[in-house]
């Protein structure tokens, strides 16, 4: 078990720039979640993927972003046109199926929009 | 819409004392499980305890358990023995069971210093 990976660990990029993040999920794990953090606040959900199916969107996730999953194992997020709001922690997470199952989170990807 | 309330921002606790920290939320849902994670500053987010809706019996890990009060709605976590290490954000995270639901929905957190 190597645990959940993300890369990168930061990202600084400019207004109007298009970012993309990979999450690297525990390997038999057939769930993969996107959450993002803000300062002081608890993370918040994004979407989410059973396998290679994206099963659930947030109405935090707006046009500009889209994640894929696209073999069921690694997963990307990318953010078109950056905004100086989404500058965030973006965290990762996976877990087995079942509502029971606990996330396994990884380090995070902080995007900050200049 | 379920929602996860945690009244106290920040918690102070002295080193080998216990605390408790406290997490209110509010739904309508029979079947569900309640979460309490850790994030240490500048790390990962980790799994400290969970609970079971259906279950009575409250949940211990160690120097870790919770008093889970269904009709009130109510998931406080206690630490005993505090230790250093403790310090950290301690998010209290709700999840529907059954459905198609995986969101995991999260309160704002109690930041826990623990004194020497």
């Known amino acids: 078990d190597t645990g959940v990976s993300q890369d990168p660990r930061h990202k600084i990029t400019k207004r109007g720039q298009n970012v993309t993040f990979r999450c690297d999920p525990i390997s038999e794990h057939n769930r993969l979640y996107w959450y993002r953090q803000t300062l002081g606040q608890g993370p918040e959900f994004l979407t989410y993927f059973q396998n290679e199916a994206q099963l659930e969107k947030s109405r935090l996730l707006s046009d500009r972003f889209s994640a894929e999953r696209p073999k069921g194992s690694f997963s990307t997020l990318e953010i078109q046109r950056t905004e100086q709001g989404d500058s965030a922690m973006y965290l990762c997470?996976?877990?087995?199926?079942?509502?029971?199952?606990?996330?396994?989170f990884g380090n995070g990807t902080r995007l900050t929009v200049t | 819409a379920q929602t996860v309330t945690q009244s106290q921002p920040e918690m102070s606790v002295q080193e080998a004392e216990t605390v408790t920290l406290s997490c209110t939320y509010d739904t309508s849902e029979s079947d569900y499980y309640l979460f309490w994670y850790k994030q240490p500053p500048s790390r990962q987010m980790i799994l400290v305890i969970r609970?079971?809706?259906?279950?009575?019996q409250n949940a211990t890990e160690n120097r870790f358990s919770v008093n889970f009060q269904k009709a009130a709605k109510s998931f406080s976590l206690k630490i005993s023995d505090s230790q250093l290490g403790d310090a950290a954000m301690y998010f209290c995270?709700?999840?529907?069971?059954?459905?198609?639901?995986?969101?995991?929905?999260f309160g704002k957190g109690t930041k826990l210093s623990v004194k020497p």
């Open positions: 995270a709700y999840r529907s069971a059954g459905g198609s639901q995986g969101n995991l929905i």
């Open positions: 609970q079971e809706a259906y279950k009575q």
């Open positions: 997470a996976s877990s087995l199926s079942g509502d029971g199952s606990p996330l396994h």
